[in-house]
Each structure stands twice: as C-alpha cells, then as structure tokens.
C-alpha cells in the first residue's frame, strides 16, 4: 500500500536558519503530494501542494519540488522566523479524491529567537 | 477559513457508552472525511463520504460507524466506547482535487 516517510523529528533552529524536512514516499501510480501544516491546539491547514512531476508548490516562503524518479517531496524555507514553529505533515492521494490521503507520521519543528 | 464546525470539541465518556462526533460544514464540497490523531501516528483516517448516504472505510474503520443524511452534516458514531478510542478527532472536507481542510478537532477521552 501507499506510504509516507517523513525525516524523523524534533528539529530545533535558530530564527533566519535554511529549513530542510525530508519526505518520500511510495505509492502506485501518479499521486498528488501535500505539505500540512499544524498550529498547537488547532486542526491542519493545507501548506503547499504538487500534483504531477517536477511541479514546485510554494507557499509563505515554503517549497517543495516532486521529484518522481527519488520519490521525493522535501520541505524548505529559506529563512525560518519563530512563527514557523509548529508540527508539519508530509501527505500523499490520488488526484481525484485529494482528502483521502496517507499522512507521513509528522515532523515537530521549534524555532528559537 | 474554510467552514467546518466539529461537535463537541472536548468529551469525555465511559467505557462501553455510545458517543457521536459532529462535523458540518458550508463549503457545499462533496467529499468529507473522519480522521483520528494518536502520538506517533499521524492521522489515519476512519470513513469518508463521498456524497449523501454514500461512504466508505478507511484504514482504521473497526468500531466506528458513520453516517451522511444531508452534504453538509457527516456524524461520527462509536457504538460502545474503548479506551483505545481514545484520540483527537478531526474532520475534513474536500472538493476532490486540490487537498483538504481540516476543522479544529474533538478531544474525546475515553476513561
């Protein structure tokens, strides 16, 4: 079945650090990819998403670029401010029922001024 | 924000009592979607619905039951609560393509 591996966390940064969260995946067929994004005590906010290869989603600073033949779908920011810490879902579907979606377990970023 | 309210967003409730979740939503999108969050692993999700009175299971399905009479209203039932039922649940909804949205979740302890 369709999977979704995610760089194990917690990842600690300093404020204006490059940010790198890995994810790759295994699936059949051509999925849609998602980055979410998850404040405390809140629900998941769709991030950015990529719905064929080499498309790049970006958004609020944040990129991933799918990358088909690593079966990859990294997260990177630039320069992380302290906002930027929350949890972060690495997620993949097929392309017509987008909220069935395998989620990677989560990565927990903090950001330190 | 997209429009999903969940229902009630805290409960706690004996072992063995039947329990309902609310979700409903005003994006009029067709498919919505039940999911739970433990430590440790991610979201997995439990039904979904893909229209009125049409669902499906998931991957964690067992014990729960649910149900669409109206596109907006998708109820969420566990029939004798667990303690392994213990979760943060959250709905979703989605218009098909695209991603999802995700209501703020129900925190249901089961003691």
């Known amino acids: 079945g369709d999977s979704v591996t995610q760089m194990e966390g917690p990842v600690t940064l300093s404020e204006e650090a490059f940010l790198t969260i890995n994810c790759t995946y295994t699936a059949t067929g051509y999925p849609s990819l998602f980055w979410y994004v998850q404040y405390p005590g809140e629900g998941l906010q769709l991030l950015l998403k990529?719905?064929?290869?080499?498309d790049k989603g970006s958004n609020k600073g944040f990129e991933a670029t799918y990358r088909k033949e690593t079966t990859s779908f990294h997260l990177e920011k630039g320069s992380v401010q302290v906002s930027d810490s929350a949890v972060y879902f690495c997620a993949l579907s097929d392309n017509t029922n987008a909220g069935k979606s395998t989620f990677g377990d989560g990565t927990t970023l903090t950001v330190k001024p | 924000d997209a429009g999903i309210t969940q229902s009630p967003r805290h409960k706690v409730t004996e072992t063995g009592t039947p329990v309902t979740l609310r979700c409903h939503q005003t994006e009029n999108h067709r498919y919505m979607y039940w999911y739970r969050q433990d430590p440790g692993h991610g979201l997995r999700l439990i039904h979904y619905?893909?229209?009125?009175?049409?669902?499906d299971k998931g991957e964690v399905s067992d014990g729960y039951s649910v149900s669409r009479s109206k596109t907006e209203d998708f109820l969420l039932t566990l029939e004798s609560a667990t303690s392994s039922q213990t979760s943060v649940y959250f709905c979703a909804i989605s218009p098909g393509q695209g991603g999802a949205f995700f209501g703020q979740g129900t925190r249901l302890t089961v003691v």
């Open positions: 619905s893909y229209g009125v009175k049409d669902t």
């Open positions: 990529a719905t064929k290869a080499d």
